[in-house]
Every structure is written in C-alpha cells, then in structure tokens.
C-alpha cells in the first residue's frame, strides 16, 4: 500500500525564523511529488519535482527531492504570519493518483 | 487563473439519499480526479477519470459511486445511498496532461444526517 509520512505533524515560529518540512513515501509507481498549501479552502499547488538533487524555488519557499532515500523538503525562509497554513505533500503515481501525507500545521506568529 | 469550481459548497442530506456533487475542471484538461478528505484524517483518492472512462479507483470507491462527464464541461461524483460515514469534504481535481501538477477545486462540504 502506497504511504506517505510528513514531519513535523506541526510546528509554532515566529515571524522571520526558517522552517524545515519533510516528507517521506513509498509510492507504487512512482513519478512525482508535489507540495500544497491549505489554507480555508481548496489545496493550492507549490511545487513539483520529479528528478533528484535539483531544487526548485518560488520565492522564499524551495523544495528538493531524494529518490534514493525517498525523501523530500520543503523550506521556508523569513516566514511570515501569510505562510500559516496546512502543507501537504502527495506522491503521485504514473496513473496520476495523489497519495497524501497528513499535512504539517505551520503556525508563524508575528 | 483558470481555476476548478464546485458546487454546491455545502450540501447536508438525510441517510440513504442520493447525492451528486458537481464539478467544472480547467476549461482545456484532460484528466479529472475526485479525493476526499474526513475531518482530521488525510486526503484520500477516489477516483481518476480519463477519455471517458475511469482509469483508477480505490476501495473506497464502491458500487455506491459512481462518476460522469455528462457533457464538455462538468464532471460529477454521484453517491447512490448515502451513509454516515460519507460525511467528508469532497474535492474534484484536473490536470492538463500527465506531466503536469493536479489543481483542486474549494470542494464540498457533504454532511450526512
């Protein structure tokens, strides 16, 4: 059974400070990942990656993957209070099937 | 942007009535998906529907389900005999082509009573 993990579950900071958020899977067929923000409503893609070692930025965010170790990261540097939200990380099959992690509550208090 | 759009938002239905819940992808996608996410739990596939036909399911998608592009712009999810354990946002997505990032819709809140 496909299985992804994110860690941590969630995570209190204050404006300004970096955060680390990581996701592990073990996807059948394995093609992708992808990173989501959830905020009220509709999860809102970040970021997809596909071949190891090369990041991806947008902005203060950056993402990376390990296909190796079956791991990926998303950064956030110099967070502020917009940054609160839940960020889900999916595994997505060569179907196009979405296997998500539980999400990671990132709180960022000014 | 282009964007999924659901309706209705919020939809509350009595045990064992059927429900449908609505969905316009990305007006030139090919790809279309149904997830749903129960309060607190993860979001779980569904479905995915391509060419006009269902290429993947889960085992939550049971005889009780069931999926329709009835025309060039909808794409719907139809639950014959609703249960209580239905209750959960549904979120329809699409995608472009298969190599492209799936984009959600605000989804659908089904409440069961």
């Known amino acids: 059974e496909d299985k992804v993990v994110q860690s941590p579950l969630s995570l209190v900071v204050h404006e300004g400070d970096t955060v680390t958020l990581n996701c592990s899977y073990e996807v059948t067929n394995f093609r992708s990942l992808l990173w989501y923000k959830q905020e009220k409503k509709a999860p809102t893609f970040l970021f997809m990656l596909?071949?190891?070692?090369i990041e991806k930025k947008s902005g203060r965010l950056s993402s990376i993957l390990d296909k190796k170790e079956l791991f990926s990261i998303l950064n956030i540097t110099a967070t502020q209070t917009g940054d609160s939200a839940v960020y889900l990380c999916a595994g997505v099959t060569s179907y196009g099937k979405l296997t998500f992690g539980q999400g990671t509550i990132l709180t960022v208090h000014p | 942007e282009p964007e999924v759009t659901q309706t209705p938002s919020h939809q509350v239905t009595q045990m064992g009535q059927e429900v449908i819940l609505r969905c316009v992808p990305i007006s030139n996608h090919l790809y279309f998906y149904w997830y749903r996410q129960i309060l607190g739990q993860k979001v779980e596939f569904l479905v995915s529907?391509?060419?006009?036909?269902?290429?993947?399911k889960s085992e939550i998608f049971d005889d009780q389900f069931s999926v329709e592009r009835p025309d060039g712009s909808n794409f719907t999810l139809k639950i014959r005999s609703t249960k209580l354990e239905d209750s959960a946002m549904y979120f329809c997505?699409?995608?472009?082509?298969?190599?492209?990032?799936?984009?959600f819709g605000d989804g659908t809140r089904l409440s069961i009573l």
């Open positions: 529907f391509y060419n006009n036909e269902i290429s993947e």
């Open positions: 596909t071949s190891s070692g």
């Open positions: 997505a699409s995608r472009l082509e298969a190599d492209q990032p799936q984009h």
